[in-house]
């Protein structure tokens, strides 16, 4: 566990990963243009760069993807593999302090869960393939999960956009 710390920022007394309570199966794997030193920092900048991904699912979980259709958003839920997970407070560049964890979207988490909106570019169910328009993870990410992001469900009642 020791790593760098930034100041402001404070690391957990214990490692994450030796409380492990459930296990995860990966359903598969997101294959992106990036890898450390040029991961753009959020989904946003991922976007801007104009370079699409996509998600590999392992044999056996390409019907899974019956219903999904092009143009269609979907929640990709995946494992952040190479996180840290040791900080409780981080101190992040764009932020004026440090900041919990939990009020964050930083990889760096005692579960290494993340997550993105993303809109399916092509699908080949048959090959398990999944074309995305954009994603700010490192190649060979493993996925978690897939879940249809729905409007009705997905937004909170009366919340608007900020402006």
Known sequence: MSQDIR????????DPADRTEAGLSFIGAIRSPWSKGDCPRNIARARE???GARIELRPGYGRGLLGLSVGQPVIAVYWMDRARRDLIVQS???ADGPRGTFALRSPVRPNSLAMAVVVITSLDAGAGVI???AIDVFDGTPL????PWLSTVDIPPGWTPEA
């Not at 100041?7 to 214990?14: R, T």
Request: proline content about 14%; charged content about 30%; aromatic content about 4%.
């Open 131 to 133: 074309g995305i328009d």
């Open 7 to 14: 100041p402001g920022e404070e690391q957990l007394p214990f």
């Open 144 to 147: 978690v999960d897939l879940k």
């Open 49 to 51: 760069s104009g370079k």
């Open 92 to 94: 992040p560049g764009h």
